[in-house]
């Protein structure tokens, strides 16, 4: 047996034909996969040189370095490619599968072998089922066919491979649809309807807008207008006249610093401009009197950030900052003093300024994901704050007065570098929920269970925890208080 697999390989390796593409079985994959990668350059080392070097994690289209967008681009257009023969041929018209595909191409770009195989969950790709078997039957004949005329869109001078997974067929829809009373999703209904008066939310985003429709300003009651997610490159005043519009959702729209135009108005509640190619805060926005929740994040404010336009919005509850490349945080936040929600996540932030404790209203403060080394040693005087989230920063301590937040209810600080549950953690008495996973805590207070009120507390990732020397006395009476334990 072990011959024979050693001769397939042998056959595959050397011995095709001019021209011929090769579809690899299971069997054959797994013999000469290791073979190949020496034979075969990485598709990433051709368009993404630094691919290697890069920081792991999520980035948006925009944050991407040349190499990445080559990357991503390459990726949707084989998909793209792929799923327009599916269509062509009447193939998986009322399927979705999965396919991973191992493509290994001639320096013109034709491919040479092929490995695929089938899924039908994208998180568990099953390769062993009764669909997956009808699937290889209804399937195999046509893909093998397509990839032996299928041209690569790269060419150089050596042999090269390009893995992906990826959804075939008849594909989900990218749009986020609510349904129920009073509520339109489509372009269509919205010009047919004979009873505009009862709409009250119409959601147009990802249809490939380029302006703000005309049907829009036919209903009088609406209140909630989504068009997120389009190609429109500018707001017009007249939307802000619809005279009951409370929320608006413009984000991942290419508006740029010029393209939101508002009419003054004391209806709009919430205005979301995230993704929208903006550098600073638009003036414009004060023109929203009465608005309470104002999100900018996934936009570029490396340059700064202008807190001045906010100041006048003396009603703005909410503001989401979230992956907006920040590298300081303005000292005259703390003017924004009804302010009760702020996030911060995602940016490029090592301290944070003292005033922001003069946000006595605050409730929830979301600033995980940045180069914290400490917090602000006046945090404690924000008294009504209840969900602080801090994960995945450099903190080894809190601030001193940090047991003065009596109506915390929830706090993360995994992902950090604590050698120690912080004593000031322990006084908490309204504390609900404690992430301590993934930092170098060796062991856990015997004190722990004073914490009446706990009904969550997370120590994976720890020597602790890693190490099984957690007291299984100290688990049985946190257990007995109802205090779920991970670890």
């Not at 120590?459 to 109802?482: D, F, Y």
Request: net charge positive; charged share 25%; hydrophobic share 35%.
């Amino acid at each position: 047996m072990h011959k024979s697999l050693l001769l397939i390989a042998f056959v595959f390796l050397t011995g095709i034909a001019a021209g011929q593409t090769v579809c690899l079985t299971q069997a054959q994959y797994e013999t000469t996969a290791k073979t190949l990668a020496k034979e075969y350059t990485l598709v990433d080392e051709i368009v993404d040189p630094g691919f290697r070097k890069r920081q792991p994690g999520f980035r948006t289209e925009d944050e991407m370095e040349p190499g990445e967008k080559k990357r991503l681009e390459l990726n949707n257009q084989f998909g793209r490619d792929l799923n327009q023969a599916l269509k062509q041929a009447n193939r998986l018209q009322d399927t979705t599968c999965y396919l991973v595909v191992s493509l290994y191409a001639n320096p013109d770009g034709s491919v040479n072998r092929v490995y695929y195989r089938y899924g039908f969950d994208i998180m568990r790709l099953r390769s062993d089922s009764i669909a997956n078997a009808r699937m290889k039957e209804r399937m195999d004949p046509f893909l093998c066919q397509w990839f032996s005329t299928y041209r690569f869109p790269i060419t150089g001078d050596k042999p090269y491979l390009f893995s992906t997974s990826l959804a075939i067929g008849k594909l989900p829809s990218k749009r986020k649809l609510r349904r129920g009373k009073g509520i339109m999703t489509t372009l269509a209904e919205a010009e047919k309807t004979t009873r505009p008066d009862t709409v009250k939310n119409l959601v147009l985003n990802t249809l490939e807008l380029k302006e703000v429709p005309e049907v829009i300003y036919r209903f009088p009651n609406l209140e909630v207008l989504d068009l997120s997610i389009n190609n429109i490159s500018e707001i017009p005043e007249r939307v802000f006249t619809i005279p009951k519009l409370s929320q608006l959702n413009v984000s991942s729209n290419p508006l740029g610093n010029a393209g939101l135009r508002v009419a003054r108005n004391k209806h709009l509640k919430m205005l979301n401009i995230q993704s929208t190619k903006i550098t600073a805060i638009p003036q414009t926005v004060t023109k929203n009197r009465r608005l309470e929740s104002l999100w900018v994040g996934l936009n570029d404010f490396s340059a700064g950030l202008n807190t001045a336009p906010l100041r006048r919005m003396r009603r703005l509850k909410d503001l989401n900052l979230y992956r907006a490349r920040l590298n300081e945080l303005p000292g005259a936040i703390s003017r924004l003093k009804r302010l009760e929600v702020l996030d911060l996540y995602y940016n490029n932030l090592r301290v944070l300024p003292e005033r922001l404790c003069r946000l006595k209203r605050l409730q929830q403060l979301a600033i995980s994901n940045n180069k914290l080394n400490e917090l602000p040693q006046n945090l404690g005087r924000m008294r009504k704050l209840q969900v602080l989230y801090t994960h995945h920063n450099f903190l080894g301590n809190l601030p001193a007065n940090f047991e003065k937040l009596y109506y915390l209810r929830i706090l993360g600080i995994s992902h950090n570098v604590f050698a120690t549950v912080p004593e000031s953690v322990l006084k908490l008495p309204n504390l609900e929920e404690l992430d301590l996973s993934h930092n170098r805590l060796t062991d856990l207070p015997t004190n722990l269970p004073q914490l009446n009120t706990l009904k969550k507390l997370y120590v994976r990732g720890n020597p602790v925890s890693e190490e099984k020397t957690v007291s299984t006395i100290l688990i049985k009476q946190l257990e007995s208080n109802k205090t779920e334990v991970f670890y």
